[in-house]
């Protein structure tokens, strides 16, 4: 239900066409003045592996999900005191982000105009982007910045890599977001920079949440703590317990 509330603002959000395409433009000399605009190399590096990009496609188009409601589920289980704040912290990154949306349109580098950049989806015919092919009328083209599939993915992996128990969990939780940073730059769907933005939407969920609940979520205890009368009959029922 969140998710399609999102999505359903998301697409509401105008397709700023022209504005959208200067914008990346814009982006992309100041990644070039910065030294970091290698995504076309990245681009036409992996699309030339076609096993590795068309991989690369369907992680793009499911793994977003699929990992983030995963993480949820988990959290419900295992982790119930800190499931509310650490999903406020998701929620908080997503809203702002809507709002980078509307305030800052940006083109992928994959609809630039002569910027030479691969369309992985449409050149390999896969089932993959939503923004591609057949599928591109139901997702608004030009929200690029921030990138959620860096919020989404970065969250996932500081709240695995904060909470699971076993090492090689928590290793996964630091490569899922490093890998997700490659495939969205291979498949030319975002820049660096939209990455960045992504982690900036993260940071502002994180002091959302901690500043409601007063410490960082996954700083809560485990369990939900007792309330009203359940807690008060708690400590009557110690409290006797302790005079006998």
Not at 106 to 126: K, Q, S
Not at 135 to 141: D, H, R
Request: with cysteine; glycine share 10%.
């Amino acid at each position: 239900m969140s998710y399609w509330t999102y999505s359903l603002i998301r697409n509401a959000v105008p397709e700023q066409r022209g504005q959208a395409l200067r914008n990346a433009d814009w982006l992309w000399r100041l990644e070039h003045q910065l030294g970091i605009a290698v995504e076309q190399s990245v681009n036409h590096a992996v699309n030339s592996v076609t096993w590795l990009i068309v991989g690369m496609n369907y992680y793009y188009a499911t793994l977003h999900f699929v990992v983030t409601l995963g993480v949820l589920v988990w959290l419900f289980r295992s982790h119930p005191g800190r499931y509310a704040a650490t999903r406020l912290v998701l929620f908080a990154t997503t809203g702002v982000a809507l709002l980078g949306y509307y305030l800052y349109p940006l083109a992928p580098p994959r609809l630039m105009n002569g910027g030479g950049f691969i369309d992985t989806v449409m050149v390999h015919e896969t089932w993959g982007s939503m923004a591609s092919g057949d599928l591109k009328n139901m997702s608004n083209q030009y929200a690029a910045m921030p990138s959620m599939h860096i919020g989404w993915s970065l969250w996932c992996g500081l709240t695995i890599f904060a909470l699971a128990s076993v090492p090689w969990a928590r290793v996964l939780g630091l490569l899922y977001p490093t890998l997700t940073l490659v495939v969205i730059v291979a498949t030319a769907n975002h820049f660096w920079l939209d990455a960045v933005g992504g982690v900036l939407c993260l940071c502002f969920g994180y002091v959302v949440a901690s500043a409601w609940y007063g410490r960082v979520p996954y700083a809560l205890p485990r369990l939900p703590e007792p309330r009203g009368e359940e807690a008060g009959s708690g400590r009557r029922r110690a409290g006797r317990a302790a005079r006998r």
